[in-house]
């Protein structure tokens, strides 16, 4: 059996002060992390992780303390916590709703920032053909922009056979 891998680096490191008390919380679940002065720095060695289990005691106060802050993060979150039972004390939350792109985006969009930019290499525990690889992720405040190495060689080979759009 193989093992697939999509090691990811976020750049710049971001502020704290950024992120509102949730999205620290769950970028901390989504990838690994490291305090870097006031600012984190995130990464995945095998992926980003997009199951997530929360406590709802505990999202309910960070919610708390994200009053009034716009995120589409928040917004998922209380949709989600509106499906619990009374009873739940943890629930489960798919990030493949959102993304960590979206998430880059409401900090990009209401800090200093100017952009969060994402590389991942797509790496196999054996020698695939489908196992290798990599992207390059650009978010600013108005756009989301990615590129693969898969989708550059398709182009290039488009264009090399003059199957390219002009």
């Known amino acids: 059996m193989a093992d697939y891998f999509s090691q990811t680096v976020i750049r710049p490191d971001i502020p704290r ?17 490291e305090d870097v002065g006031d600012d984190v720095y ?21 919610l708390g303390e ?3 802050v716009g995120s589409g993060l928040a917004d998922l979150v209380r949709e989600e916590m509106a499906k619990c039972d009374p009873d739940d004390v943890e629930f489960e939350l798919d990030m493949s709703a959102i993304g960590f792109e979206g998430i880059f985006q409401d900090i990009v969009q209401r800090s ?19 196992g290798f690889g990599g992207a390059a992720t ?24 003059g199957d390219a759009p002009s």
């Open 112 to 130: 200093a920032l100017d952009y969060v930019e994402v590389e991942a290499a797509w790496t196999c525990s054996k020698m695939r053909p489908d």
């Open 17 to 33: 002060t950024a992120m509102t008390a949730l999205e620290y919380k769950v970028l901390g679940q989504m990838f690994d992390h």
């Open 42 to 62: 995130f990464c995945a060695s095998h992926g980003p992780n997009d199951l997530l289990f929360l406590d709802l005691a505990e999202v309910r106060a960070l």
């Open 66 to 68: 994200d009053e009034g």
């Open 138 to 161: 650009l978010i600013t405040a108005d756009d989301i922009e990615s590129v693969s190495t898969a989708g550059w060689l398709d182009e290039a080979i488009a264009r090399l056979s």
